[in-house]
């Protein structure tokens, strides 16, 4: 009896800690059946994997669609460029348009940039630089003559208009087209038969005038006029200035 007693009581006490244990379980895993519960060892590395092959899919898509639209490259890159000199000192390039290309036989090419002294004393041009080319005249449309850069001068926070053919055509009365420039490419030789045009060394827009331009070393030189005092100083931007090639102008 006494056997039988001892077997009796184990199993009473083995019934009631087997319930405290599912009772635990039912509150630490919010009633999953402990039987059944193993830890997920894996989930975390899944996770990962999941998110990485999400990233890899949007990365490709986005080198997809630069390859399908070039374009969007070279509108980045123009923005930069403007944002860069927008930001030069003490002459800046607050506005500047397309190129229009004339035919191109003559190589000849036009665009209008707005200039502006950013600095705290008095400006006088003297050259405007591209490349190891330069020039220090400009074509005065209303009169019809060469006159020199010099004649360009600012004060502080003052601005004027370089460039444009002044024929007429999309873009060419933006800005001021009475301080005339030309842009030429390196198809029509290193002639400078005419004093205000300025050769790039590397072709600028494609046969139909269109695609992106890059003006490699532009800059300019001036005179910086500090209590009477004149100091030359030359700057060339750090950036390349790159502009939208527009297309053709009939005018030309």
């Not at 244990?21 to 590395?45: E, I």
């Not at 898509?61 to 070039?70: R, S, Y």
């Not at 860069?84 to 800046?92: D, E, M, N, S, V």
């Not at 926070?157 to 460039?163: A, Y």
Request: glycine share 12%; hydrophobic share 40%.
């Amino acid at each position: 009896m006494a056997g039988f007693s001892l077997r009796a009581q184990g199993a009473t006490q083995l019934r009631t800690a087997s319930a405290s244990s599912r009772a635990r379980c039912r509150m630490h895993f919010a009633y999953a059946k402990c039987a059944t519960y193993r830890p997920m060892h894996g989930q975390g590395a899944t996770e990962y994997l999941v998110l990485l092959a999400v990233v890899l899919i949007i990365s490709l898509v986005a080198i997809a669609l630069l390859g399908f639209f070039p374009g969007m490259a070279g509108d980045a890159k123009i923005t930069e460029s403007q944002a860069y000199w927008k930001g030069a000192t003490p002459l800046a390039i607050v506005d500047v348009s397309g190129i229009k290309s004339c035919s191109v036989e003559t190589g000849a090419r036009y665009f209008n940039m707005k200039i502006q002294n950013t600095g705290s004393y008095r400006i006088r041009l003297s050259k405007i630089w591209l490349g190891r080319e330069n020039i220090s005249l400009y074509n005065d449309v209303s009169a019809g003559t060469e006159k020199p850069l010099a004649n360009i001068e600012m004060g502080p926070g003052e601005e004027t208009c370089i460039g444009g053919a002044g024929t007429g055509g999309e873009g060419s009365d933006t800005f001021c087209v009475m301080h005339q420039i030309t842009l030429m490419g390196p198809a029509t030789g290193q002639t400078h038969s005419i004093e205000y045009e300025l050769y790039a060394s590397q072709e600028l827009c494609d046969a139909n005038g269109k695609g992106t331009a890059e003006l490699k070393d532009f800059g300019f030189e001036y005179v910086q006029i500090i209590d009477g005092t004149e100091i030359t100083k030359k700057e060339i931007g750090k950036g390349n200035l790159i502009l939208k090639c527009d297309g053709m102008d009939d005018a030309c």
